[in-house]
């Protein structure tokens, strides 16, 4: 009868051992359900953590991957020689010096300035071609504009990637200049009413080309694009500029006999020749920046994209 009063205090201290370790077990349990549950709820704190606690290699590729897209954004053309020695580009960012010329072997870069300071700001450049032999490129200065239907193209010069000089060849005689496949003849629209004008770039001599007129007035024309051959050319022509409901005409020139052909007419959509393509194929450019295949002898359009 003694001996069993003893046992008890031990059974108790039993008794509350095991519910202790009950207990924690059950918050063990209910505390890493709650952690999962909230790592659920938020599944955007694991894809997306603070920058502030990560390692710093980590926050530098974070910071560096704007830059290089602010970089490819600030180049607005580029065109390569024939024999791929050369790429010419335009800078948006820098307009002091907005064309550049590199080689491809990155041992040559000229950074070219503005060739008619007083017009910072209010004139861009495009590369229209370069020169077979890729010793040259021809170079349009063109104004900035809203309202006209096609580049207002102002000057043309020449840069010699030799001796990394940029000369001016013409200067004020008209717009959307077009450079023969062969660099030997300009196409243009010149300026004083004086219509679509061929120009041989070496004697400087000009042949006028009948343009289509509204009324008593020249359309607007542009956008001319010669064949690979420099046998044949189009152009566009618009009737009602910057109105809201111009049409645009699409015209087919053969640059030997001078013979002209309307290929389209009426068109709502706003289509400017961009390229002549193989197989006789015109590529068209829409208002809303897609591509048109034209067959540049019967006019028999195809959406390209």
Request: aromatic share 8%; proline share 8%.
């Amino acid at each position: 009868m003694s001996s069993r009063p003893e046992r008890m205090p031990n059974l108790r201290l039993f008794h509350v051992t095991r519910l202790i370790i009950k207990l924690r077990t059950v918050y063990t349990i209910w505390f890493s359900s709650l952690i999962l549950l909230l790592f659920l709820a938020n599944p955007a704190t694991a894809a997306n953590p603070d920058p502030s606690t990560l390692p710093r290699s980590a926050k530098t590729i974070i910071a560096s991957s704007p830059t290089s897209e602010t970089t490819h954004q600030t180049v607005l053309a580029t065109l390569a020689s024939p024999d791929r020695q050369w790429v010419a580009q335009i800078n948006q960012v820098d307009e002091e010096h907005p064309i550049t010329i590199e080689s491809t072997n990155n041992t040559n870069k000229w950074h070219i300035a503005h060739p008619t300071p007083q017009n910072i700001g209010r004139t861009t450049f495009h590369l229209l071609q370069w020169e077979p032999k890729s010793s040259h490129i021809y170079i349009a200065e063109r104004f900035k504009t809203t309202c006209a239907p096609f580049p207002m193209d102002i000057n043309l010069y020449v840069a010699d990637v030799n001796n990394q000089q940029l000369t001016p060849m013409l200067e004020s005689i008209g717009t959307s200049l077009a450079i023969s496949p062969d660099g030997t003849q300009l196409l243009y629209l010149a300026f004083n009413g004086r219509g679509i004008i061929i120009r041989n770039l070496k004697t400087g001599n000009e042949t006028p080309i009948s343009a289509p007129y509204e009324g008593p007035r020249l359309k607007p024309l542009g956008n001319f694009v010669w064949s690979p051959d420099g046998n044949e050319a189009v152009f566009a022509a618009v009737n009602d500029p910057c109105a809201p409901n111009m049409t645009f005409e699409i015209i087919w020139i053969n640059m030997q006999t001078l013979r002209r052909r309307t290929l389209l007419v009426g068109d709502t959509y706003q289509m400017r020749p961009v390229e002549w393509r193989a197989n006789n194929r015109v590529a068209l450019r829409d208002k809303d920046g897609r591509i048109w295949l034209m067959n540049a002898r019967n006019g028999q359009l195809t959406l390209a994209n």
